[in-house]
């Protein structure tokens, strides 16, 4: 049930274009906020060498500072759209990202391992309202012809907060601490919320509403009833975690000999980020022009060469497969992601907020689980485990191709 529309609410307001004022604000606030996010969410991936020796830990004890709160993150992002309905999407993401800040700033303070796992978990929880809402509040307030651009833009500010946090926080980490390092973060993401807070406009076409808890079930009932959506869950699942589980534990094995690489020539490694930038936007092009159903598994594929590249004890070999990880990691989640939007007749935001459910339930889950075979086999072990992990994502592809459309489209 709605609840009774503000005054704001019941005038008409054209959305805003690309030649509005208001439309850079936009499109430079959310880029700034897709940067901090995922900088605060994995600016701790190079420092779990420096977790292990720091709290002896093994290196799944480790991966635990990237696993939790990407484990709280999941489920907290299906009702965070929820929350946003009742307070408003602006007020939830910069609630969302100074929260987020906050506890970064505390945990690296933390005096004790456990403290800062708690403090983690606080981030994650923090940093569901920020992407979860995103894109509803784009959807809302800009004209078609602008919202792909204003997308882009913010997905670009996520990939590079990605890297920029892995990489200035091995380098601060070599040169003082961690805890210098993730303070570092913090502030630059505090600056990021603080500019949401002054120059995103607040949204226009807003409609408080009351949550319909029976009305969410039962659409997320009729998404699992769909074998396609299904899939794409779990496409998700087994991208994500393969694709955090490698730089997980490349850092452990760069670290050890035959390399012993310092930290900052470890951080330097997830400059390989930015190949999927490039493979997003080819895997994208590819899967537009000749069928999604075409290219995905092409994308999985390059993804599994990937991880066997890997194996030699040779820097060239490592960099090459992680490369390789790399761009197809981004082919299958830039195509799956698209595609769930595609297949859900009613309830996208529901059916996108499930996706990303099992999409950071694989990092959990594969970012943990792949310490046990490091612990154990050594990199070895982690490809694996990879391997097994790439092939479960290449036959979910070829069971994709092989689907049918759904009954609201003709093609998919």
Request: charged letters at 10%; a positive charge.
């Amino acid at each position: 049930m709605n609840a009774p529309l503000s005054p704001q609410a019941t005038e008409i307001f054209a959305p805003i274009g690309r030649r509005d004022p208001a439309f850079l604000r936009i499109v430079v606030a959310f880029f700034l906020g897709g940067f901090a996010t995922f900088a605060l969410l994995y600016c701790v991936q190079p420092l779990l060498p420096v977790f292990a020796r720091e709290f002896s830990l093994t290196p799944a004890g480790a991966s635990f500072s990237l696993s939790i709160p990407t484990l709280v993150m999941a489920p907290a992002m299906i009702a965070a759209g929820s929350v946003s309905d009742a307070f408003g999407r602006k007020r939830v993401m910069v609630v969302s990202l100074t929260a987020a800040a906050l506890a970064t700033v505390a945990a690296s303070l933390a005096s004790d391992w456990k403290t800062f796992l708690a403090l983690r978990a606080l981030t994650g929880l923090a940093l569901s309202g920020l992407p979860a809402v995103a894109m509803a509040y784009l959807a809302d307030e800009l004209e078609a012809s602008a919202l792909g651009f204003a997308m882009g833009l913010y997905i670009a500010g996520s990939t590079l907060g990605g890297l920029f946090g892995r990489l200035v926080v091995a380098i601060v980490a070599d040169y003082w601490n961690w805890r210098v390092a993730m303070l570092t973060i913090a502030a630059e993401s505090l600056a990021g919320a603080l500019f949401l807070a002054l120059a995103l406009p607040r949204e226009r076409t807003f409609e408080r509403r009351v949550p319909d808890l029976r009305g969410l079930v039962r659409t997320i009932r009729e998404h699992f009833s769909d074998p396609g959506l299904r899939l794409l869950f779990a496409a998700g699942f087994l991208a994500l975690g393969s694709f955090v589980c490698t730089y997980n534990y490349i850092g452990f094995r760069l670290a050890a000999p035959p390399f012993s690489f310092s930290p900052t020539t470890i951080g330097f490694v997830f400059v390989l980020y930015l190949v999927g930038a490039v493979s997003s936007t080819v895997m994208g092009e590819l899967a537009g022009r000749f069928g999604r159903r075409r290219v995905i598994w092409i994308a999985a594929l390059i993804e599994l060469v990937g991880v066997a590249v890997t194996l030699p004890d040779n820097i060239f070999a490592v960099i090459v497969g992680v490369a390789l990880i790399t761009w197809g990691f981004f082919g299958v989640h830039s195509i799956a992601s698209s595609w769930v939007g595609l297949r859900a007749p009613t309830g996208r935001a529901q059916a996108t907020a499930l996706y990303l459910f099992f999409y950071y339930l694989g990092s959990t889950v594969a970012g943990s689980a792949g310490g046990w075979f490091f612990l154990h086999w050594g990199w070895p072990g982690v490809a694996a485990f990879l391997g097994a992990m790439v092939l479960a994502a290449l036959w979910v592809a070829l069971k994709l191709s092989k689907v049918p459309p759904p009954r609201h489209l003709q093609k998919t």
